[in-house]
């Protein structure tokens, strides 16, 4: 059985910054890909930034410059540094974990930046 888990939310004023952990574990060795989505109050779920093994990370333009994915992956872990946040920004944000036949996904943890 595999678990994702993700920590770190929380309430942050405009500018600043925080930092979300991911943890994948269970019966796979390693992820071909982790990463984080997020989905604003009454909006679809949105890529946010998925790190590729191999050595690709993609990032949504939205957050370019300002987030950083880093990966272990020898750990199956992910984290998201957020810089710059911006209350758009706000939203609950999902760790996801994908192998070559499933993906799958954390609870969530919410982010809310305020202006």
């Known amino acids: 059985q595999v678990q994702v888990e993700e920590s770190g939310g929380g309430l942050v004023q405009a500018g600043g910054s925080l930092r979300l952990s991911c943890a994948g574990s269970?019966?796979?060795?390693?992820?071909?890909?982790m990463g984080w989505y997020r989905q604003p109050p009454g909006q679809q779920r949105e890529l946010v930034a998925i790190?590729?093994?191999?050595?690709?990370?993609n990032y949504a333009d939205s957050v370019k410059g300002r987030f950083t994915l880093s990966r272990d992956g020898a750990k199956n872990t992910v984290y998201l540094q957020m810089n710059s946040l911006k209350p758009e920004d706000t939203a609950v944000y999902y760790c996801?974990?994908?192998?070559?036949?499933?993906?799958?996904w954390g609870q969530g943890t919410q982010v809310t930046v305020s202006s």
């Open positions: 790190a590729i093994s191999g050595g690709s990370t």
């Open positions: 996801t974990a994908l192998t070559a036949i499933k993906q799958y």
């Open positions: 269970g019966s796979v060795p390693r992820f071909n890909a």
